[in-house]
């Protein structure tokens, strides 16, 4: 399955589509990675500016919220196992 070649990646954070078994990912990956579902897969298949057009405001707001948001998570992992 292709869980076990992200494991063997090892990446800090990864996004899944909507359909995805969270718990599975979890269980595979371990709950020391930033994991993110319901990411719109038709962005990659028809573009960004397919799904945002006329929104780039909102877009852009949403990236500050999950950048800031990734980083807020990242650190207190950090501040936990370390």
Same mark, same amino acid.
């Given at each position: 399955?292709?869980?076990?070649?992200?494991?063997?990646?090892?990446?800090?954070?990864?996004?899944?589509?909507?359909?995805?078994?969270?718990?599975? +990912?979890?269980?595979?990956?371990?709950?020391?990675? /930033? /994991?993110?579902?319901?990411?719109?897969?038709?962005? /990659?298949?028809?573009? /960004?500016?397919?799904?945002? $057009?006329?929104?780039?405001?909102?877009?852009?707001?949403?990236?500050?919220?999950?950048? +800031?948001? $990734?980083? +807020? +998570?990242?650190?207190?992992?950090?501040?936990?196992?370390?």
């Amino acid at each position: 399955m292709f869980m076990d070649d992200i494991k063997i990646l090892n990446p800090d954070g990864i996004s899944f589509e909507a359909s995805t078994d969270l718990d599975e +990912v979890i269980r595979t990956l371990g709950k020391d990675k /930033i /994991i993110e579902g319901n990411i719109d897969c038709r962005i /990659i298949e028809n573009g /960004i500016r397919t799904i945002f $057009s006329g929104k780039w405001d909102e877009l852009r707001k949403r990236l500050k919220i999950f950048l +800031v948001l $990734s980083f +807020v +998570v990242r650190t207190a992992l950090t501040t936990i196992y370390l």
